[in-house]
């Protein structure tokens, strides 16, 4: 199979270059620039926007195309910030359109990065895809705005917006901060704790787009969540149980939203998404309870 992935060097993108290479397959990783330090492999391409205006004929007969870029979330939300947010989502799907028209021969699907923030939040609801948007803030906004983008960019080809929650790594994304106060011995609640917190293993992320390509029943939303979504007191319990280390100072509302602004809003407010159409579909998760993810990723340190 030979797969092609915008955005290809970020957190989940690098996981499944290894996940696809490691079973043969042919990679292609598109981005704004090269990489300075790129391993070899015999199966892997780099390339640029720019060179593929004047050369595509490498990503010709792709199977799929996986379109993870865009800029953070995770920065302060200054009007010009925000600005670059939305802007960038836009812009990717804009130059991944452009480039399947440039294509005789299109991959047969486009995997296109989303968030489980279109539900809105909520204490109380559960959210699955069949769930309306439900644009209450600037992540929401942003993220309807992203996928009516990409309804009308990947026209005549089938499409999965992958809806993501919290991803957790070792590496990079939010697990590495959220784990840190509790080995400094300082881990506790965020705001009240009772928000509900959507996660996902890496692992299972990559299995899951891995999967919604092999089968052509899927399409539209998929939650790129564990079936076991916990809040955030619990979330904050299960990291001090698997590390060993005590949950007990809670982190105030007012000092998170002077430190970082409305960026706060991620994590004091949550909503309670479930995978059904990963599960309809018979995609089963290698890591479906919280405490085995992170032991897990705390074996692999």
């Given at each position: 199979?030979?797969?092609?992935?915008?955005?290809?060097?970020?957190?989940?993108?690098?996981?499944?270059?290894?996940?696809?290479?490691?079973?043969?397959?042919?990679?292609?990783?598109?981005?704004?620039?090269?990489?300075?330090?790129?391993?070899?492999?015999?199966?892997?391409?780099?390339?640029?926007?720019?060179?593929?205006?004047?050369?595509?004929?490498?990503?010709?007969?792709?199977?799929?195309?996986?379109?993870?870029?865009?800029?953070?979330?995770?920065?302060?939300?200054?009007?010009?910030?925000?600005?670059?947010?939305?802007?960038?989502?836009?812009?990717t799907?804009?130059?991944?359109?452009?480039?399947?028209?440039?294509?005789?021969?299109?991959?047969?699907v486009?995997?296109?990065?989303?968030?489980?923030?279109?539900?809105?939040?909520?204490?109380?609801?559960?959210?699955?895809?069949?769930?309306?948007?439900?644009?209450?803030?600037?992540?929401?906004?942003?993220?309807?705005?992203?996928?009516?983008?990409?309804?009308?960019?990947?026209?005549?080809?089938?499409?999965?917006?992958?809806?993501?929650?919290?991803?957790?790594?070792?590496?990079?994304?939010?697990?590495?901060?959220?784990?840190?106060?509790?080995?400094?011995?300082?881990?506790?609640?965020?705001?009240?704790?009772?928000?509900?917190?959507?996660?996902?293993?890496l692992?299972?992320?990559?299995?899951?787009?891995?999967?919604?390509?092999?089968?052509?029943?899927?399409?539209?939303?998929?939650?790129?969540?564990?079936?076991?979504?916990?809040?955030?007191?619990?979330?904050?319990?299960?990291?001090g149980k698997?590390?060993?280390?005590?949950?007990?100072f809670?982190?105030?509302?007012?000092?998170?939203k002077?430190?970082?602004?409305?960026?706060?809003?991620?994590?004091?407010?949550?909503?309670?998404?479930?995978?059904?159409a990963?599960?309809?579909?018979?995609?089963?998760?290698?890591?479906?309870?919280?405490?085995?993810?992170?032991?897990?990723?705390?074996?692999?340190?």
């Amino acid at each position: 199979m030979k797969y092609v992935i915008c955005g290809g060097t970020g957190f989940i993108g690098s996981e499944l270059t290894k996940y696809w290479l490691q079973a043969g397959n042919e990679v292609a990783i598109v981005g704004r620039n090269l990489p300075t330090a790129a391993p070899y492999h015999p199966k892997l391409s780099y390339h640029t926007w720019d060179s593929l205006k004047a050369d595509h004929a490498t990503l010709e007969n792709a199977d799929a195309l996986v379109n993870l870029a865009g800029a953070s979330l995770s920065q302060r939300w200054s009007p010009s910030g925000k600005k670059a947010i939305m802007q960038s989502r836009l812009a990717t799907v804009s130059a991944a359109a452009k480039l399947l028209d440039s294509l005789k021969h299109k991959p047969s699907v486009v995997i296109q990065a989303s968030a489980v923030a279109i539900y809105g939040t909520s204490l109380q609801d559960t959210f699955s895809e069949s769930s309306p948007a439900h644009v209450m803030d600037f992540p929401s906004e942003v993220v309807q705005t992203w996928e009516e983008a990409s309804d009308e960019a990947y026209q005549d080809i089938r499409l999965i917006k992958l809806r993501t929650g919290v991803v957790l790594g070792n590496e990079s994304g939010a697990f590495p901060k959220m784990k840190l106060p509790y080995l400094l011995g300082f881990g506790g609640n965020i705001g009240t704790g009772i928000q509900w917190v959507p996660w996902i293993h890496l692992t299972d992320i990559v299995r899951l787009i891995d999967f919604c390509i092999q089968n052509p029943a899927i399409s539209g939303p998929v939650n790129a969540t564990a079936p076991h979504p916990v809040t955030n007191e619990a979330f904050g319990r299960t990291i001090g149980k698997v590390y060993k280390r005590p949950h007990w100072f809670p982190l105030p509302a007012f000092l998170l939203k002077t430190a970082v602004g409305e960026l706060s809003e991620i994590l004091l407010k949550g909503q309670r998404v479930l995978p059904a159409a990963a599960l309809e579909q018979g995609f089963s998760f290698t890591f479906p309870t919280l405490q085995a993810a992170l032991e897990d990723l705390k074996s692999q340190k």
